[in-house]
């Protein structure tokens, strides 16, 4: 089945806020990214409720714990039958291959997708937890990791696809948050890149949650986001 191009991160709080959102978007155009906030209060049914409706679900709740816990959790987390899953690839090698090895009897298992250098850090960030490589560097590290573990793909910066693709290939896919139209706010965002630029680097799938989400009209922000991606 053929994925959107882009991801509606759900950071809301409940399932009332989270239907309002959703009753506004379109299964055939978007897909809805499910996270820890409303996940922790809603739990699986929810999100089972919006695949019922047809909507592709990424169930982004970042397992980073040791290899026996991420592989039973991620297991779980298929047994939900959502599109995208992820994890940490800083957990190491081990903890993605206890996951990867988890979905090999699932029979149509999600995309096992692993976190690289979090959008929201840049190389000042990086020094701040002990790491002194630049950015591109952590993410190459990180990622090399994760396609050794046999994962799907990453999820990165925009701007660190390219790079990507190319010592990668195609196959390896690439999520990318973090990003943001030309004249909207960079929030809490320090990797940004906007959705046309995103589209020339190669990336496959985007997550994109407050420019949709608390725009006036997130319905046609959708549609002028993705004739941005037509177009480009
Ligand atoms: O895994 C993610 O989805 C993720 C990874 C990352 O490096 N950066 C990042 O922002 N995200 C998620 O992507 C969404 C971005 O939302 P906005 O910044 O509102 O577009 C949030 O729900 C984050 O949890």
Same mark, same amino acid.
């Given at each position: 089945?053929? #994925?959107?191009?882009?991801?509606? &991160?759900? !950071?809301?709080?409940?399932?009332?806020? &989270?239907?309002a959102?959703? @009753?506004?978007?379109?299964?055939?155009?978007?897909?809805?990214?499910?996270?820890? $906030?409303?996940?922790?209060? $809603?739990?699986? %049914?929810?999100?089972a409720?919006?695949?019922e409706?047809?909507?592709?679900?990424?169930?982004d709740? =970042?397992?980073?714990?040791?290899?026996?816990?991420v592989?039973?959790?991620?297991?779980?987390?298929?047994?939900?039958?959502?599109?995208?899953?992820?994890?940490?690839? @800083?957990?190491?090698?081990?903890m993605?291959? &206890? *996951?990867?090895? *988890?979905? *090999? +009897?699932?029979?149509?298992?999600?995309?096992?997708?692993?976190?690289?250098?979090?959008?929201?850090? !840049?190389?000042t +960030? #990086?020094?701040?937890?002990?790491i002194?490589? @630049?950015?591109?560097?952590?993410?190459?590290?990180?990622?090399?990791?994760?396609?050794?573990?046999?994962l799907?793909?990453?999820?990165?910066? *925009?701007?660190?696809?390219?790079?990507?693709?190319?010592?990668?290939?195609?196959?390896? =896919?690439?999520?990318?948050?973090?990003?943001?139209?030309?004249?909207?706010?960079?929030?809490?965002? =320090?990797?940004?890149?906007?959705?046309?630029? &995103?589209? !020339?680097?190669?990336?496959?799938?985007?997550?994109?949650?407050?420019?949709?989400?608390?725009? %006036?009209?997130?319905h046609?922000?959708?549609l002028?986001?993705?004739? $941005? #991606? +037509?177009? %480009?």
């Open positions: 089945m053929k #994925l959107p191009r882009i991801y509606v &991160a759900l !950071d809301y709080h409940n399932r009332i806020q &989270a239907d959102m959703v @009753s506004q978007l379109d299964p055939q155009r978007v897909g809805l990214k499910v996270g820890k $906030e409303l996940f922790t209060t $809603e739990g699986p %049914d929810w999100v409720e919006q695949v409706r047809g909507f592709s679900v990424f169930l709740l =970042k397992f980073h714990d040791i290899p026996n816990t592989a039973k959790a991620v297991a779980a987390a298929a047994r939900l039958n959502v599109d995208i899953i992820n994890v940490h690839a @800083s957990g190491g090698l081990k993605m291959q &206890a *996951a990867k090895q *988890a979905l *090999a +009897d699932v029979e149509k298992p999600p995309l096992l997708i692993a976190v690289t250098v979090l959008t929201s850090m !840049d190389e +960030d #990086l020094q701040g937890i002990g002194d490589r @630049s950015v591109e560097q952590q993410v190459l590290k990180l990622a090399q990791l994760a396609e050794q573990a046999g799907d793909g990453v999820v990165c910066s *925009a701007q660190e696809a390219e790079m990507l693709h190319q010592r990668f290939g195609n196959e390896f =896919k690439l999520v990318t948050p973090g990003i943001r139209p030309a004249d909207a706010q960079r929030d809490d965002q =320090k990797r940004t890149l906007t959705p046309s630029e &995103a589209v !020339d680097r190669g990336v496959d799938y985007m997550v994109i949650g407050r420019p949709i989400t608390q725009s %006036d009209n997130p046609q922000t959708v002028q986001l993705l004739a $941005e #991606l +037509d177009n %480009d």
